[in-house]
Each structure stands twice: as C-alpha cells, then as structure tokens.
C-alpha cells in the first residue's frame, strides 16, 4: 500500500487576521504548534516583501518551535537570502511575488530568470538550506529546473483547482500527473499545492509521484468554524490513499 502524501500546513491567514487588526492574536506559532498536534507534516509561511500578514519574528519564532518541518516560501531575491540564511528554515520554496496579487498568482518564470533563480539557489544551498522552487505544470520549466541542483518543485494546483467544469478539471488534473511523472524521471521529488481544498484534493492525492501538498486557506477557514485540530484531521484522512 503507497504512503499517504505528506501534509503541510500554511498559517499565513492565522496572521491575516492578526494583522487586520495589528494585534497579538490570533498567533500563528499556536495555530502551527495545533497542526502538528493534529498531524500536520509540516508548517509553510510565506514571508512577503509587503509583511501583509508573515513577519521576520514570526519565522524566528517558528524555527525555533517547529518540531516537524518550517517551510519559508519567499521571493528570490537577496533580502529574503539574508533572511533566510539567518533563520534557517529547513526548506525554502522560491516562489514568485507581486505587491498587488492577492495570493501568489502562479508559478515562478525560470526560464526568464535563470540567473537569478540559479545564484538564490547556491546561496541558500551554501546555507544548508533545502530549496524547491514553486512552478507551473509546465515540461520546459520543469526541465529548467532540473538543471539547476534542485532536487524538490512543488507544481501549482490552481488551474485545476479554479476548474469550473468537470472535465476541466479532469484535464488539469491529468496535465499535473504528466509533469509530476516528467519530473521524476528527470530525478526530482514532487511536492504540490494551491487553492486545494477538502473537495478537490482526492485528485491530486492519487497521483503516484506526489509526496506532499501544501495546503493553507481551505485549512485556516474551516479551522475558523471547527477549530484547527479537526481542520488538520479531516485533511490528513483525505491524504490517505
């Protein structure tokens, strides 16, 4: 019997709602220290350039309490570098970022930022930090990518999960099962996530080659009604294949 997929749990809008308010509550190390009570693989923060809800002291704090795995999604640029190497989170995912978007909007160019992209990964991996790099479910990307000494991507879910027709989705689902298989013949590990919820996510789970997914918002809203313990446990028996 395959191994269910790996679990990681985004606290990013436990500090939404904190920041709505700039005040102390509700703290996301609490809500990660609940999710990994409630079996979570792992906690995702996402430290943006603007702060909108993520601060450095929330990283801090977090490194030093996680007992699972912190994964620091984050721009790649040279500031989140210095940060990253300074906390050292177990794992960064290099994701792309705009001031403007709502959330991350889709996966990050390497093709078009190469250079850039090939520096942040040796300065992170000088650092003896993992890296995987967020990207579409694109072969040409995925290729890129290998080339790199990345060993980990993580394909963005959104299209499928945005999918407003069955067979939409059916497609979408199957265009990630054919770049997962691609990138594990080309010898990376294949996490996923974005805009996956307790609806959707049983698609995704029975492909063969995805290790994790990184699930955030569907998590922290059904965690506002029920609390975060049942929140994380009704998603992990979902990821049980």
Do not use: W
Request: no cysteine; aromatic share 2%; hydrophobic share 45%.
């Amino acid at each position: 019997m395959q191994d269910p997929v790996r679990l990681g749990v985004n606290v990013d809008h436990i500090a939404t709602l904190r920041e709505a308010r700039k005040s102390r509550e509700p703290d996301p190390l609490a809500a990660a220290l609940l999710a990994e009570m409630a079996g979570a693989d792992g906690i995702t923060v996402h430290l943006r350039g603007d702060r909108r809800h993520i601060q450095e002291r929330d990283v801090e704090l977090l490194k030093r309490t996680v007992k699972t795995r912190l994964n620091l999604e984050m721009a790649a640029n040279p500031a989140m570098v210095t940060i990253a190497s300074t906390h050292k989170p177990d794992h960064v995912t290099l994701v792309p970022e705009r001031r403007e978007e709502v959330t991350t909007e889709g996966g990050l160019d390497v093709l078009l930022n190469q250079n850039l992209i090939r520096k942040t990964v040796v300065d992170l991996k000088e650092a003896a930090i993992t890296v995987s790099i967020f990207v579409d479910p694109d072969f040409d990307q995925i290729k890129t990518i290998s080339k790199l000494g990345v060993g980990l991507i993580e394909i963005n879910t959104a299209k499928y999960a945005e999918a407003g027709r069955e067979e939409q989705a059916v497609a979408e689902a199957e265009k990630i099962a054919q770049m997962a298989r691609a990138a594990a013949k080309l010898g990376l590990r294949v996490l996923a996530g974005h805009g996956l919820d307790y609806r959707n996510v049983r698609r995704i789970t029975a492909i063969p080659e995805i290790e994790e997914l990184n699930i955030g918002h569907s998590i922290v809203a059904r965690a506002a009604l029920v609390g975060m313990t049942r929140a994380v446990g009704e998603m992990k028996d979902l990821l049980r294949r």
